[in-house]
Nanobody
Framework: QVRLVESGGGLVQAGGSLRLSCQAS????????MGWYRQAPGNQREEVAT???????NYGDSVKGRFTISRDNAKNTVYLQMNSLKPEDAANYYC????????????WGQGTQVTVSS
């Protein structure tokens, strides 16, 4: 059974940076597109970024130019480098693998909390 473990969240001031990690186990990791998602209280889940098995990255409009997604298939890990953080970035961040039809390949992990103070 695939398990996703997110880490790296914390409390930062506006303008600061964080690097999130997502480690997956029990999957054919190198063959899957992976993504980062976030959800703040009262809000819907939002796609932040995705990265294909070949390394092609896509970003949500709100984070373009500030966030960078990357992956290390040998470590079964996907990363999210977050720079120039804004209070609106505060949320619980999750990783998963998107599939056709708006579904997700794996069960959701616990996520990692990002808090941004102004």
């Amino acid at each position: 059974q695939v398990r996703l473990v997110e880490s790296g969240g914390g409390l930062v001031q506006a303008g600061g940076s964080l690097r999130l990690s997502c480690q997956a186990s029990g999957s054919i990791f190198r063959l899957t597109t992976m993504g980062w998602y976030r959800q703040a209280p009262g809000n819907q889940r939002e796609e932040v970024a995705t990265i294909s098995s070949g390394g092609t990255a896509n970003y949500g409009d709100s984070v373009k130019g500030r966030f960078t997604i990357s992956r290390d298939n040998a470590k079964n890990t996907v990363y999210l480098q977050m720079n120039s953080l804004k209070p609106e970035d505060a949320a619980n961040y999750y990783c998963n693998s998107p599939v056709v039809g708006g579904y997700y390949r794996y069960a959701w992990g616990q996520g990692t909390q990002v808090t941004v103070s102004s």
